[in-house]
């Protein structure tokens, strides 16, 4: 059975961590990662029998022949000598310098101590789960998608200064999504180009967006991130693509004659504001004819990237680049050269990123994306306010699912969305005020609208109109609730509340505009529920998640773009969020092993008796001293279904377990003290006090049959028979627990695919999503209630009425000093 991909990964990443020691991850990364190259490479092509396979594996380097190396002495050496050199020399694409030294004294420790840790290393990679022998499923990236997850957290770990390797693949998704490149135009010849590729993460993007293997070309001026680059290129199946070290700006590489190479796309995420991108470089006497629209200033290289880039594109081509948000305002040289871009027409639009996103620094970027074709008639310039659009995760800033696809929706529709985009001529741009500032902040107002303060309303009394009108979007769909909660005041503009606080919320949800609206809503999610059942019951071994969660979560959005007051994009991200957590590690396992058999349970390690587990919430159970663990159908379902009345007495017997252990406590804490019939047989002091049954026992026995202890003997009687009956409860509970544990167990190999599908589909996934979409509605009620009852609490007590309780409550001090003989005015 098929182990989870996320359990994989995790453990990987666990046991990657954990041997790294005192190493800097930043250098650590290059050893991890050449063993998931070397292991991957060995599986796939160690016995290709194709005439021509991508890599070859020579003899004798194999990771199996690295395996064999355990226990030698001179590992470091013989892994350099017998492994990576002679990989090297049978294929051409890859160079040494790519690969890590596995004799380096100074990284890795002298002796045992390297010895020890490159035999740990080893030992990871040789999980068993980690076996690529097989022609993996297309669409299922398992060793890219492992790649993808170690270099985010080495980039995380890796810090500022040398995190720079990654770009976040959501922002690689933006980038590849809006330059357009799709199944539809793209074929084998296209070319996507990266000037600055880093580890490559951003050319896989654009070609995963084209949907098949066009032409991939990068250059990276670190000679080990290169490496990298070259190394995930094999690992997502792109073994042709063309990546090599060197200067971008000083001695491009990709040339046709003398002429820099031109491509149908360019993405790029260069470095900010390289202060060294003139070093060896005459801007004025370039001969590749870059910065004809001006030198960029020495210290400042934004603009050297982005001139390289717009030579580097076809007369027709599509370009993105991340770059920091001063290129956009900047003045001097960055000033002459951005009025020549707008002039040009080749800047298509300019995309502002969160702050804190990126793994090299934290200020806020943005994305220019640039468009040759029609670049003459091109007559504005589309802008986007993403910066607020993200999520916390850990030290860093991260695009959410929703966040990707409200930016790209925006772009690609030209979707004029109040604070967030919209089209900006020109002509605004090149007139005075602006002259030719790109700057965001003068073109969207981002900021949220102030909420005002009514001083008439604080004076006078009563809730201002314009409160009430802007809450104009419910009053749309609920018309009549509005004059449930309002009644018109006294004077014009000004209302009064109909209702007391305490029933604003009661007469929301009670009102039939309000009820109408939840039956919209939760239609449109049953309509929704039903047409995508069918696509996840079809779903079957050799089957494309990928493509299955493309399908149902546009779908989803689609479909709530028409339920009024619900965020459509707020619907998805539920979605996405719990395809991250859990649905994507079973379309996999159902894509490997089926329906049935990626129902049944994985043992997943041996514990002692003593071990603890919650039962039945978590998906693990126990058999003995075995634990197993059920990825696809949780134990909780199928108690839920089959063994409701087994649980139902557990559940009484919990009942029954929890009132013993409150009596014994009450009794215990009623009992204690010097004089309490208990005191003597109260062991600890405080909060860790307890009555042992020893102690009991052993105190019945000295106090016998005296007369004089008659009270005292019935207490540690009673206490006694409360003792026993917790203990006869417990008892029975855990074997009730252990018949239970053994009918789930014995229950999964029975089920069939049909019962697997409908516990799978029903009572798991889409009774999760259900709860999700039906929390979005109740926010609904609960943000309109909020507001309503802060108007309402915040214009409650009008000057007047609070100058008249100042005057009763001064009289009423002054009556009470008055009384205590004191004058006071």
Known sequence: MAVKKSDLYSSLWASCDELRGGMDASTYKDYVLFMLFIKYVSDKYGASDDFEPPITIPKGASFKDMVALKGNSEIGDKINTQVIQPLVDSNPSLARTDFPDFDDHNKLGEGDEKVKRLENLITIFQNPNLDFSGNRAENDDILGDAYEYLMRHFATESGKSKGQFYTPSEVSRVIAKVIGISPRN??????????????????????????????????????????????????????????????TLTQPKFLDNENLRTYDYVVANPPFSDKAWGTGLAAESDRYSRFGWGAPPAKQGDYAYLLHIIRSMKSTGKAACILPHGVLFRGGAEAVIREQLVRSGYLKGIIGLPANLFFGTGIPACILVLDKENAA??????????????????????????????????????????????????????????????????????????????????????????????????????????????????????????????????????????????????????????????????????????????????????????????????????????????????????????????????????????????????????????????????????????????QETIDILDGRITELEQELQERMEAGSGEDGLLAEVIEGDGDKQKIADKGIKARLK????????????????????????????????????????????????????????????DDKWMARLARDVHGELDRVSQTLTDRVRLLADRYAEPLPKLEEEVATLQARVATHLKAMGVSWS
């Open 186 to 247: 793209s074929v084998g010849s296209t070319t996507a180009y990266d000037p600055t590729c880093g580890s490559g993460s951003l050319l896989l993007k654009v070609a995963s967006e084209a949907g098949k293997h066009i032409t991939l070309e990068g250059q990276e001026k670190d000679v080990t991130t290169a490496g990298l680059a070259r190394m995930n290129m094999i690992l997502h199946d792109f073994p042709t693509a063309k990546i090599v070290a060197g200067n």
């Open 377 to 646: 008639a091109r007559r504005s310039i589309f802008m986007i306010d993403a910066s607020k659009g993200f999520i916390k995760d850990g030290s860093k800033n991260r695009l959410r699912d929703q966040d990707v696809h409200k930016i790209v929706d925006a772009f690609t529709r030209t979707l004029e969305i109040p604070r967030y985009s919209r089209p900006v001529s020109v002509r605004e741009i090149m007139d005075a005020k602006n002259a030719f500032n790109l700057n965001l902040s003068r073109y969207i107002d981002s900021t949220e609208p102030e909420d005002l303060q009514d001083i008439d309303a604080h004076l006078r009394g009563g809730l201002p109109e314009r409160d009430i009108d802007a809450l104009a979007s419910y009053w749309k769909v609920m018309p009549n609730v509005r004059d449930t909660l309002f009644i018109p005041g006294d004077r014009p503009h000004c209302y009064h509340m109909r209702l007391a606080e305490a029933e604003v919320k009661h007469a929301i949800l009670n009102h039939s505009e309000f009820r109408a609206f939840i039956a919209i809503a939760t239609q449109i999610f049953e309509d929704w529920r039903g047409r995508t059942i069918q696509k996840l019951e079809a779903f079957a071994v050799g089957s494309h998640p990928k493509e299955l969660i493309d399908d149902i979560a546009e779908e989803l959005l689609n479909s709530f773009r028409t339920a009024p007051l619900v965020n459509p994009y707020d619907v998805y991200q539920h979605l996405m969020d719990y395809w991250d957590e859990v649905m994507q590690d079973d379309f996999y396992l159902i894509a490997d092993d089926g329906w049935v058999k990626g129902a049944q349970p994985r043992e997943i390690k041996q514990v002692k008796v003593k071990d603890k587990l919650v039962w039945p919430e978590a998906h693990d159970y126990l058999i003995g001293r075995r634990r197993f663990k059920s990825d696809l159908i949780p134990a909780s379902i199928l108690i839920a279904n089959y063994f409701e009345a087994e």
């Open 702 to 761: 000295e106090i016998g049959g005296d007369p004089d202890y008659a009270e005292e003997l019935t207490a540690l009687g009673e206490f006694q028979r409360l003792i026993d009956g917790l203990a006869t409860a417990k008892i029975k509970r855990k074997t009730l627990e252990v018949k239970l544990q053994q009918l789930v167990h014995d229950k999964y190999p029975k089920l069939t695919e049909e019962e697997v599908k409908r516990l799978t589909i």
